[in-house]
């Protein structure tokens, strides 16, 4: 008698499930984000090297990111970089030459980058960026920073995107077929009256005035 209660439940649910699947309608913005695209398939991530300076007062980041990459395939297609809104990119330099950006038509999430002819082999680019990353209002099931204080009042920083993406907080190919062959490293600046923490092992620390300054603004 279970059982046939169950099968007729599942009978009358089956429109339902049917008549939801039907209603989805995919996005250009889906297909970027899901997909191996032509502006993706010719590189392959090796490794990001990210320097990041949080402002808790304002709650946005200045940083930058070092993209090491393999290209695959000879061409001239640009480089599709993911950074989701309201993330701004300021510049884009490859081999010391300035490159142009544009976000991509109809998606507020991904960005194009002019790369020019190239030719199978390692590479690098360098993003500068900045801005007022989203903020998760119920992490960890919402994705985004989180800018809270500890039980003592003190500044509480951190980051939720396993679902939402990395790129929420820094430009990436956020697309789970590409994982960083060799990594990643993080270099986090902060007040001395608080303590950066990362993923990984810790390998360094030094003074701001030692340090490499962090891009803000260009």
């Known amino acids: 008698m279970k059982k046939l209660k169950f099968l007729v439940t599942l009978i009358l649910a089956l429109p339902f499930f049917v008549h939801a699947q039907e209603s989805k309608t995919f996005t250009h913005a889906d297909t970027l984000r899901g997909s191996l695209t032509p502006e993706r398939e010719w590189w392959d991530v090796m490794k990001y090297d990210i320097s990041v300076q949080p402002d808790y007062n304002s709650k946005t980041i200045a940083a930058s990111v070092v993209i090491s990459f393999k290209i695959l395939k000879n061409g001239n297609r640009p480089m599709q970089i993911d950074l989701q809104d309201p993330m701004i990119i300021d510049k884009v330099l490859m081999n010391n030459t300035s490159l142009a950006f544009a976000k991509i038509p109809d998606d507020k999430n991904a960005w194009y980058i002019q790369t020019g002819n190239h030719t199978k082999g390692d590479a690098n680019i360098t993003i500068f960026y900045h801005g007022k990353p989203r903020e998760a209002k119920r992490a960890p099931w919402d994705g985004g920073w989180i800018w809270t204080k500890d039980s003592l009042g ?62 803000g603004k260009w």
């Open 154 to 215: 003190r500044p509480w920083m951190t980051v939720a995107c396993q679902g939402l993406g990395a790129s929420v907080w820094y430009p990436c190919k956020d697309y789970q077929g590409d994982e960083p062959d060799k990594g990643a490293i993080l270099r986090i600046t902060v007040p001395d009256t608080l303590v950066a923490v990362g993923n990984g092992r810790l390998k360094i620390r030094k003074r701001k005035m030692d340090w490499p300054p962090i891009p």
